[in-house]
């Protein structure tokens, strides 16, 4: 008689939306390696004051303002509880003896129309706010030439503030390996020609310790501009943030370390399944599609990723261009030549359904998730299906925050 050998099942649960799934999962088979996350803060809005009076490797923001500056804030409008961060910004600014009336907020494009503005209280409903203008040339300013002879046109008030603040996520993105802080300033308030220059460089290479080309030239910009000072906020899970840290450009090291503390995953190899959820009240087609491309990296050529969401989802125009073709290479090809604003999102979908089967729960109906190249789900629970008996696996909740990689 054959040996019998028996595998310990264990039982384990995934968070997506605002939900977790239970699931039995072969333990050998479960492969991932993390990090005990931190936990989110109990009040961001807190973080911020103090990462403002006590910054990295510089005095308080408020002891380097006069009355008579006038400040630009670059404000990342995917910050989770924006509008708290935000007053926490103005009040140190006020504290420098900065007023409302002498500062301006700047909305990089795409905007999400500014929801959040009603929610300011009424001492700063006369904040100037200002969406960058990347294609009028009125709207911006030259600033100066690079080493490698690239003329740097950037929004003409940014250029033109006594102080220039960034409030961004940390995040990684396919382009320029990390995003945020100097990556908010350039390409994110540059030109036409230079922001649609960026989003062709696109790849599923890893960010490591140095630089991307992309983001080298943003520093050299950074350092060309004078001295920004950014507010660097770490994402937590679902919709909190787990740390917030602020200083001048030499900070933005910091902010990697810590996103990477935080938010990166390793495996020992691929995975046949890969199970990767977005969670709390966000589920858009940009998270969807960073999930699907975390997953990508960690699961075995012709697996299967099952990608569960529960947010509202509505598509820009690479993923309307995606529904009218048959085939991803032929949706690639012609991505690749309009560089629409939502290339990036583009891409990582594709990157994901071109290489595995994707089996997607989200708020699409089933038959334009079919056009993206998707199998539809009508319920989570149809994930245990998915893990047959020897299928290695792995999990990755808030995957749209997450990097993962094979060790």
């Not at 009076?53 to 006038?70: F, G, K, N, S, V």
């Not at 359904?353 to 989200?362: D, K, N, P, T």
């Amino acid at each position: 008689m054959s040996p019998l050998f028996w595998m310990k099942v264990m039982r384990t649960s995934i968070a997506w939306g605002n939900s977790a799934l239970e699931l039995e999962i072969d333990e050998p088979s479960h492969i991932g390696r993390r990090a005990e996350p931190a936990p989110n803060l109990a009040d961001p809005a807190q973080a911020v004051r103090d990462a403002l009076e006590h910054p990295l490797d510089y005095p308080a923001l408020r002891q380097a303002l006069t009355p008579d500056d006038h400040v630009a804030i670059v404000v990342d409008e995917g910050v989770p509880g924006l509008v708290g961060l935000l007053i926490a910004v103005l009040e140190h600014l006020e504290k420098g003896g900065v007023h409302s009336d002498a500062i301006t907020v700047i909305c990089p494009a795409p905007t999400s129309g500014q929801p959040w503005i009603d929610d300011l209280p009424d001492a700063y409903q006369d904040l100037h706010v200002e969406v960058h203008q990347p294609a009028d040339r009125k709207k911006l300013a030259y600033l100066a030439t690079t080493k490698k002879e690239h003329r740097i046109y950037l929004n003409r008030t940014a250029v033109d503030a006594d102080q220039l603040i960034v409030l961004s996520r940390r995040r990684y993105d396919a382009a320029f390996g990390y995003g945020g802080a100097e990556m908010a300033v350039y390409p994110g308030l540059a030109d036409q020609t230079s922001i649609e220059e960026t989003r062709g460089h696109l790849t599923k290479k890893a960010p490591g310790a140095t630089p991307s080309a992309i983001q080298a030239q943003a520093r050299e910009v950074v350092w060309l501009l004078g001295a920004p000072f950014f507010v660097q906020v770490i994402e937590g899970t679902g919709d909190g943030i787990c740390d917030v840290l602020a200083g001048p450009l030499e900070s933005s090291d910091a902010g990697q370390r810590k996103l990477d503390e935080r938010w990166r995953v390793e495996v020992d190899v691929p995975a046949d399944v890969v199970v990767a959820s977005v969670t709390g009240n966000s589920g858009g087609i940009d998270a969807l599609a960073r999930a699907a491309f975390t997953a990508s990296r960690v699961v075995k050529s012709g697996g299967s990723i099952v990608l569960l969401s529960s947010g509202p989802v509505t598509l820009g125009p690479a993923f309307e261009m995606l529904r009218r073709h048959e085939s991803a290479d032929d949706a690639r090809r012609v991505l690749e030549e309009e560089k629409s604003i939502d290339l990036s999102a583009g891409y990582q979908w594709l990157a994901a359904v071109g290489a595995s089967r994707v089996y997607l729960l989200s708020g699409l109906e089933d038959d334009v998730a079919e056009e993206l190249f998707a199998v539809p789900m009508q319920h989570a629970e149809q994930t245990q299906r998915l893990l047959g008996s020897g299928a290695t696996c792995v999990l990755l909740p808030d995957a749209d925050k997450t990097l993962a990689i094979v060790r």
